[in-house]
C-alpha cells in the first residue's frame, strides 16, 4: 500500500535559521500533500498544503516544494522561531482519494 | 478547533474492558476519521466512513470497531481493549470538494491508558 517517509525524525536549529522537512511518497496517483503542525498536548493543525499541479507554495515563512517526478515533497521554514518548535506531519492521499497517509513526523526544535 | 469534540479527553481501563470514545462535529462535514497515534509512529488510520452507510477500514483496523450514528456522530469501540492499544486517538472530518481530499480537521484527541 501507500507509504510516505519523512526525515529527520528530529531537527534542532539555531532561532533565525532555516528548517528543512522532506518526505517521499510511493504512489504516483497521490495529487494533494498537506502538511501539519502539532504543538505539544495540542491537536495536529494543517499549516500548509499542495496540490500535484502545483511546483511550490508559500505563505508568509513557510513553503512547501513537490517533484512529483522523484515523489518527493519538503516543507521549508525560514527565519524560525521559538513558537515554531513543534512536530511536524507530512501526509499524501491515497491513490482513491479517500484518505491520507501520514509521515512518521519530525520533532523541530528551535533555540534563542 | 471547538468544531470537532471528542469524549472522554483522558481514560483509564483494564486489559479486558469494552470501551468507547465518541467523537462529534458541527462542521457538516461528511467524511470522518479516526487515528491512533503512538510516539514515533505518527499518524495511522483505524476507520473513516463518508456517510452513515458508509464504513471503511483503515491500516489498523483489528481490534476496533466504529459506529456512524449520524452525519454528525462517529464512534470508536474497542471490544476488549489491550495494553498495546495505550495511544492518543484522534478523530478527524473533511469536506472534500468534488471527491478531492481535502483539509482535514482534528478534534482534541483522547488518551487513553489500558492496564
Known amino acids: 500500500g501507500e507509504n510516505v517517509e519523512q526525515h529527520p525524525s528530529t531537527l534542532s536549529v539555531q532561532e533565525g535559521d532555516s528548517a528543512v522537512i522532506k518526505c517521499t511518497y510511493s504512489d504516483s496517483a497521490s495529487n494533494y500533500f498537506p502538511w501539519y503542525k502539532q504543538e505539544l498536548g495540542k491537536r495536529p493543525q494543517l499549516i500548509i498544503d499542495i496540490r500535484s499541479n502545483v511546483g511550490e507554495k508559500k505563505d508568509q515563512r513557510i513553503a512547501v516544494t513537490l517533484n512529483k517526478t522523484a515523489k518527493h515533497f519538503s516543507l521549508h521554514i525560514t527565519e524560525t522561531q521559538p513558537e515554531d518548535s513543534a512536530v511536524y506531519f507530512c501526509a499524501a492521499s491515497n491513490q482513491a482519494g479517500t484518505a491520507l497517509i501520514f509521515g512518521k513526523g519530525t520533532t523541530l526544535s528551535v533555540s534563542s | 478547533d471547538a468544531d470537532v469534540t471528542q469524549t472522554p479527553r483522558n481514560r483509564i481501563t483494564k486489559t479486558g474492558k469494552r470501551i468507547m470514545l465518541e467523537c462529534s462535529q458541527t462542521?457538516?462535514?461528511?467524511?470522518m476519521y479516526w487515528y491512533r497515534q503512538d510516539p514515533g509512529l505518527g499518524l495511522r488510520l483505524i476507520y473513516y466512513?463518508?456517510?452513515?452507510?458508509?464504513?471503511n477500514k483503515g491500516e489498523i483496523s483489528d481490534g476496533y470497531s466504529v459506529s456512524r450514528q449520524a452525519q454528525a456522530k462517529f464512534s470508536l469501540s474497542l471490544e476488549s481493549a489491550i495494553p498495546n492499544q495505550t495511544a492518543l486517538y484522534f478523530c478527524?472530518?473533511?469536506?472534500?470538494?468534488?471527491?478531492?481530499?481535502?483539509?482535514?480537521?482534528f478534534g482534541p484527541g483522547t488518551r487513553l491508558l489500558v492496564l
Open positions: 462542521k457538516g462535514h461528511d467524511r
Open positions: 478527524a472530518t473533511s469536506d472534500p470538494i468534488a471527491g478531492a481530499q481535502e483539509t482535514q480537521y
Open positions: 466512513s463518508f456517510d452513515v452507510k458508509d464504513i
